[in-house]
């Protein structure tokens, strides 16, 4: 039986993160399935709603907090690297809000393996202009980056052979968007990529998250925190190099 660990960073998803565990593990499969959860320090109840759901399904989920609050990127990453210290057969990456229905996630592993990762693209989100811009932008960057293009440059849903993520995590530790680097590592690296596309499952209808401090309240411009996060980024993507 394969052992398959899904790896998932949170932050502020207390109303939502049981419905995304029992979503996962509720599913019947011929593997083993893991959780591999990390709060990235939250403010709201996340955490002790994570504790309380893990007790339903013994030693399948695995929960760990960051001492402070350290950001997407460095949470995604510590994440990945418990779960590759679990030996998995296949390790998987998703975000905290579940953008992939459990029965969409099992179609993955009855995908057959010929490949090094196998990215998701993520079809019909619902996402302000700005945010639209700024996926268009992303896969541009990657293409000057790699000269290769990707359906979904960002996508924070792949699976990976555990061997193959072992070469690319310590090229984006400590980077603010490892998704991205990802992209362009395994294209420069001439990794077999394989692609399909799900479309996303919309756990918080009209909600764009709490990654940038929007609350519940659909917003049309960028604030001032997004704003700068990707300024930031965008330089990281130009200058890096990965020799």
């Given at each position: 039986?394969k052992?398959?660990?899904v ?17 996962f ?44 609050n ?16 679990m ?18 996630l ?20 619902v ?5 639209k ?22 996508t924070?849903?792949?699976?990976y ?29 001439r990794?077999?990529?394989?692609s ?13 998250g ?7 309240k ?9 704003i700068?996060?990707?300024?930031s ?5 130009l200058?890096?190099?990965?020799k």
């Amino acid at each position: 039986m394969k052992k398959i660990i899904v790896t998932m960073p949170v932050f502020n998803e207390s109303g939502i993160i049981q419905d995304v565990v029992r979503d996962f593990l509720q599913e019947q499969s011929k593997c083993k399935l893991e959780l591999v959860i990390v709060d990235d320090k939250s403010t709201d109840r996340t955490h002790q709603r994570i504790l309380e759901v893990s007790h339903e399904f013994p030693g399948r989920v695995h929960v760990f907090q960051n001492e402070q609050n350290l950001g997407h990127g460095p949470t995604f990453i510590r994440a990945l690297k418990i779960g590759l210290e679990m030996n998995p057969d296949l390790i998987v990456s998703c975000d905290g809000d579940g953008p992939i229905t459990g029965s969409d996630l099992f179609k993955l592993f009855d995908i057959k393996p010929d490949y090094d990762i196998l990215e998701i693209s993520r079809q019909k989100r619902v996402e302000p202009l700005f945010r639209k811009v700024t996926t268009q932008a992303t896969r541009m960057l990657v293409f000057i980056k790699s000269k290769r293009i990707p359906v979904d440059a960002n996508t924070p849903i792949r699976v990976y052979k555990p061997q193959i993520l072992n070469q690319i995590l310590p090229k984006v530790d400590g980077t603010k968007v490892p998704n991205l680097l990802i992209s362009i590592i395994s294209r420069n690296r001439r990794f077999n990529l394989m692609s399909t596309q799900v479309t996303v499952f919309e756990r918080k209808l009209n909600q764009p998250g709490t990654m940038w401090g929007q609350g519940l309240k659909p917003r049309r411009l960028p604030n001032l925190r997004f704003i700068k996060f990707s300024i930031s980024a965008l330089m990281d993507v130009l200058t890096f190099n990965e020799k």
